[in-house]
Nanobody, 124 residues
Framework: HVQLVESGGGLVQPGGSLRLSCAAS????????MGWFRQAPGKEREAVAA???????SYTDSVKGRFTISQDNEEKTLYLQMNSLKPEDTAMYYC???????????????????WGQGTQVTVS
């Protein structure tokens, strides 16, 4: 049973930074894809960044150069470092994981069966 718990969200001014964390437990496969998604009110869930078990990363165009996804394999924690935040980055951010393979590109919410509860990021 995979459990994902996000933390690190909050209120930040434009241009500021936040680091989101996702503590993962119950992952048993050596190959996996883990990702960050976000959803603003009235909008569809949007892919933000993903990383696979080999360390390959992928980002949506709107966050390239500003966000960095990383993982600590020993701590089984996924991170999203967000710099130069903009008001349009405001959303609920979700961690997701799928075992048994790498990341399919472009990665989509429908590719993932395990989700965290989300952490709110507000840029204002």
């Amino acid at each position: 049973h995979v459990q994902l718990v996000e933390s690190g969200g909050g209120l930040v001014q434009p241009g500021g930074s936040l680091r989101l964390s996702c503590a993962a437990s119950g992952l048993t496969y050596s190959s996996y894809c883990m990702g960050w998604f976000r959803q603003a009110p009235g909008k569809e869930r949007e892919a933000v960044a993903a990383v696979d078990s080999d360390g390959s990363t992928s980002y949506t165009d709107s966050v390239k150069g500003r966000f960095t996804i990383s993982q600590d394999n020993e701590e089984k924690t996924l991170y999203l470092q967000m710099n130069s935040l903009k008001p349009e980055d405001t959303a609920m951010y979700y961690c997701a994981a799928e075992e048994g393979g790498g990341c399919y590109l472009p990665f989509r919410a429908s590719d993932f069966s395990n989700w965290g509860q989300g952490t709110q990021v507000t840029v204002s």
